[in-house]
């Protein structure tokens, strides 16, 4: 059987960690059930509950496992003595409360015929004249009872009426409190969607805007382009026609000077049949 552990043992258990505080509190809890007295023990733990205690925890701790097997028997004895006897007590208790109920059924039957008789004894009324003190004194305490009755009723009533108008005040006071919160939240929803709103607008706008900025820029590039390519293009065909032109001043200058070269030849040859012709003569 397990035993307790000793106290200084427990408190040097380490508590560094969450898993440590936890242990050491199953291991104190452990202890506390162990180290407790029978007394407190049995009037912790009913005792209609005995077997079904007996067979989830055993408490002796100080007793071998031989022992324990040894007084199963005596203990099973006892519980069933204990449960006979209870029996017993409690069909006693129930005899003797059916013979108080016949007593005083009796009593009662014996003080309504000792009435019954005490009334037949009494002298009946001749006429309705005779003075009955005892009627009378009923009569006015009957109406002193109304009396009191209704003036109690009718201060409930005040009292009553006074709180369902205070609670008439507090509900529609209540209400208004309520109407005015639902009004303010309805308020602030309202706000808070046509600023939401505002801001979608605003939102949609500045795209819109920069968008527009965006076409804007891409058509100043396109036109910028354009420019450019059609003065790229122009300084092309400027420098073909500046180039055409040369090619032709050039050719121009090429063929004149074939032309000055032909002449000069002819000149030339013209000279020298000049002179030949003077110096054959």
Known sequence: MDRARPGLRLYQM?????????????????????????????????????????????????????DYEGRLGRRAA??????????????????????????????????KLVEARRASRRLPTLHHLLHDPVAEEEEFQKAARVLVLREEQ??????????????????????????????????????????????QEEARKALEAAEQERI???????RLRQEEDRRIKEEQARKRKEVEDRRKAEAQRLKEERERLRREEEEEEER??????????
Request: hydrophobic fraction near 30%; proline fraction near 1%; glycine fraction near 2%.
């Open 14 to 66: 380490p508590r560094g960690l969450l898993e440590q505080v936890e242990e050491q509190q199953e291991v104190e809890d452990r202890q506390a059930l162990l180290t407790e007295s029978w007394q407190h023990y049995c009037d912790r733990i009913p005792q209609s509950h005995e077997v079904q205690r007996v067979e989830d925890r055993q408490k002796w701790v100080t007793e071998t496992w031989e």
């Open 154 to 199: 009718d201060r409930r009533d005040a009292v009553e009426c006074e709180e369902l108008q205070i609670s008439s005040l507090i509900t529609e006071r209540e209400m208004v409190t309520r109407r005015t919160l639902q009004a303010e939240l309805t308020r602030r929803e309202m706000e808070r969607q046509q600023a939401e709103r505002q801001q």
């Open 78 to 111: 006892n519980i069933a003595g204990f449960y006979r006897k209870l029996g017993q007590k409690e069909r006693a208790s129930a005899r003797e409360a059916a013979v108080r109920a016949e007593h005083s059924e009796q009593c009662l039957a014996d003080l």
């Open 272 to 281: 020298r049949r000049a002179q030949q012709s003077r110096v054959g003569t």
């Open 216 to 222: 804007r820029k891409e058509e100043e590039e396109k």
